[in-house]
């Protein structure tokens, strides 16, 4: 169960902090200086959302540290391509944050909108308990486009099955389309100037 926990714990927490970030700076005020300087919309999220990523990564690492040393569950895979998919993983669900923080404007509406955008799919739709390809219906196509669905995927198949880049490398391209569609939606919905 451990490979499994390690993309829940990286969906839910980066997701949080991101969106969190853009919302405070609403809350506080301090956005109107992203308004009156030249700075992009996408430079300004790309600014928030790279603290985040370096802070999740380091997350992984921890958890995969805790996975191997506490519950002791052997790793026979490829550690770089593991870490690469890592990567990528956090880096898209800050995306996902930054998406849900642009529309937000409370921090409390941030934070419930976020765990229930990103733990609902990620428990019940992303292969952890049941395959995507035993879902019907609209839950097949929220698993087809859901970055965990392939981030437990990369999980269980480096840890237990010895799987490298040569076996997952549909997944990582998958979870790396994933984030300039995502940090783009972001920019497209955070507005320049207030309303």
Known sequence: MAPGIIPLLLIMIPAVLAALAVVRE???????NFYVTPVTRLEFLLGIQLPYVVLAFANFLLLVGFALTVFRVPFTGSFPTYAAAALLYVTTTTGIGLVISSFMKSQIAALFGTVLITLIPAIQYSGLIDPVSSLQGAGK???????????????????????????????????????????????????????
């Open 141 to 195: 196509m929220i698993g087809l486009v859901y970055p965990t669905s392939y981030f437990v995927t990369i999980s269980r198949g480096t840890f237990s099955k010895a799987l490298g880049f040569a076996t997952l490398h549909n997944e990582l391209l998958a979870l790396a389309v994933m984030i300039p569609v995502l940090v783009t939606t972001g920019a497209l919905l955070l507005k320049k100037q207030a309303r």
């Open 26 to 32: 609403k809350e506080l005020g301090s956005i109107v």
